[in-house]
Nanobody
Framework: QVQLVESGGGLVQAGGSLRLSCAFS????????LGWFRQAPEKGREFVAD????????YYADSAKGRFTISRDNAKNTLFLQMNRLEPEDTAVYYC????????????????WGQGTPVTVSS
């Protein structure tokens, strides 16, 4: 069974940076497309970014473009999200997700989810 474990969240001041990691186990990492989502308090789960199996294709939500970078290391079975110029509006629990099929903005496209890592950006 595929398992995903996020880490790297925490408290940061506005304008700061964080790098989230997602450790993958229980399957062949390079067979899965991957995504990052987030959920702020009292809001629905929101797409942040996704990355293809080889890492050659990435896609970002408008809120993440120019500030966040998604990447993967297929040798280390790890997904990353580098977040720069963080804003209070980025405060949320961040989740990584994996799909053996098509990926995209819709959360239903993803089969496996991590437990989330909280990010708090203070103003």
């Amino acid at each position: 069974q595929v398992q995903l474990v996020e880490s790297g969240g925490g408290l940061v001041q506005a304008g700061g940076s964080l790098r989230l990691s997602c450790a993958f186990s229980g399957g062949t990492f390079s067979n899965y497309g991957l995504g990052w989502f987030r959920q702020a308090p009292e809001k629905g789960r929101e797409f942040v970014a996704d990355i293809s199996w080889t890492g050659s294709n990435t896609y970002y939500a408008d809120s993440a473009k120019g500030r966040f970078t998604i990447s993967r290391d297929n040798a280390k079975n790890t997904l990353f999200l580098q977040m720069n110029r963080l804003e209070p509006e980025d405060t949320a629990v961040y989740y990584c997700a994996a799909s053996p099929f098509a990926i995209g903005r819709g959360a239903t496209r993803y089969t496996f989810w991590g437990q989330g890592t909280p990010v708090t950006v203070s103003s």
